[in-house]
């Protein structure tokens, strides 16, 4: 078993900063892939970032490229995701997930634990 925490959301104006971040323990860390999904009112589930358990691979999705950056810390057991450029479409909660093959993987339905989530608002 994995216990992820997410932290690190709130309220933030467009053109802002934030920096997500999420702690997990149980089982040894370095060996997950670790994910970034969010998921806004009425919407899908949607993958944000990845990266593998080394950190050698990272993937994003389109819409945050450029404006986003997944980060891991092995030796804290912590994933970052610093949200720079913030758009009121990346409102939404947003979730930590972690996949026991070490990939970064894109599809939700290939993790295996989740974290509770933690909402980002952004403002116009």
């Known amino acids: 078993q994995v216990q992820l925490v997410e932290s690190g959301g709130g309220l933030v104006q467009a053109g802002g900063s934030l920096r997500l971040s999420c702690a997990a323990s149980g089982r040894t860390f370095s060996g997950f892939g670790m994910g970034w999904f969010r998921q806004a009112p009425g919407k899908e589930r949607e993958f944000v970032a990845a990266?593998?358990?080394?950190?050698?691979?990272?993937y994003y999705a389109d819409s945050v490229k450029g404006r986003f950056t997944i980060s891991r810390d092995n030796s804290k057991n912590t994933v970052s995701l610093l949200m720079d450029s913030l758009e009121p479409a990346d409102t939404a909660v947003y979730y930590c997930a972690a996949e026991g093959r070490g990939d970064a993987a894109f599809l939700w339905d290939e993790y295996d634990y989740w974290g509770q989530g933690t909402q980002v608002t952004v403002s116009s």
């Open positions: 990266i593998s358990r080394g950190g050698v691979h990272t």
